[in-house]
């Protein structure tokens, strides 16, 4: 009786080890915000040479993070699934150029915007395409459920373009560009200003815009406490030019919303 009340004991005091474990590791995760990203989205979200993430989003969370005194986690997505990804709690935020639309409102919760975009036609620096209009008869990219293919949709030109041809992110999307199996690519205005620093004789950005925009940052519905601790972070991040900074970094200019 006395050997099975000592075993009893051990058994009793390994499960409160355990739970102990399990707890502390909960807290651990509970202080870490997990971030959904496109890490194909420069100057945004990126991987550089080294294939670590690098971006103006990244340098911005992390920032944020530092002033909510939490840890980040940056976590590539398929960004088709953003939102159900967000939902479902396997990321806390959609942080990386996420355009604030209408439709999206009825998904998530948003920040007050941080940066202006609008969505833009870019085509091989040789094309003879000029304006908008010149899409008719074309085959045209954008990056899958991407505000790309709202803004394109809302045009008038839509219903006169041959085809539109989906990709999974702006790179592949300008891969086919340069290599001529599409005509032109709608994108993010920030997006190709950037590679135009890389390749700008590559490409060239046609003068008509589709559609201006604002990106925001996106969180769960319900989570309106997390919202508020993160919009502090970003206010504070603008009173004491931390976010400028950041900006003149990915920019060259101070291009941050306030």
Known sequence: MKRLATLLLIVASVFVIAAGCSKSAGKAEDNTLV???????APMGFRDEDNKIVGFDIDYANAAAEKMGTKVKFQPIDWKTKEAELSSGRIDLIWNGYTITEERKEKVLFTKP???????????????????????????????????SDALN?????????????????????????????????????????????????????????????????????????????????????????????????????????
């Open 114 to 148: 941080y940066l202006e975009n609008a969505q833009v036609v870019v085509t091989k620096a040789d094309s003879k395409l000029t304006k908008v209009a010149d899409l008719e008869g074309k085959i045209v990219g954008l990056q899958s459920l991407s505000s790309a």
């Open 35 to 41: 971030i959904g990203i496109d890490d194909k989205f």
């Open 154 to 258: 809302a045009a008038p030109i839509k219903s006169k373009i041959k085809t539109v041809t989906e990709f999974a992110d702006n790179v592949q999307a300008l891969s086919d560009l340069k290599s001529g199996r599409v005509d032109a690519v709608v994108i993010d205005e920030i997006v190709i200003n950037y590679y135009m620093t890389k390749q700008g004789e590559s490409f060239k950005v046609l003068d008509e815009s589709l559609a201006p925009e604002e990106y925001g940052i996106g969180v769960k519905k319900g989570n309106d406490e997390l919202l508020e601790k993160l919009q502090k972070a970003l206010d504070e991040l603008n009173e004491d030019g931390t976010a400028a900074e950041i900006s003149k970094k990915w920019f060259g200019e101070d291009k941050v919303l306030k």
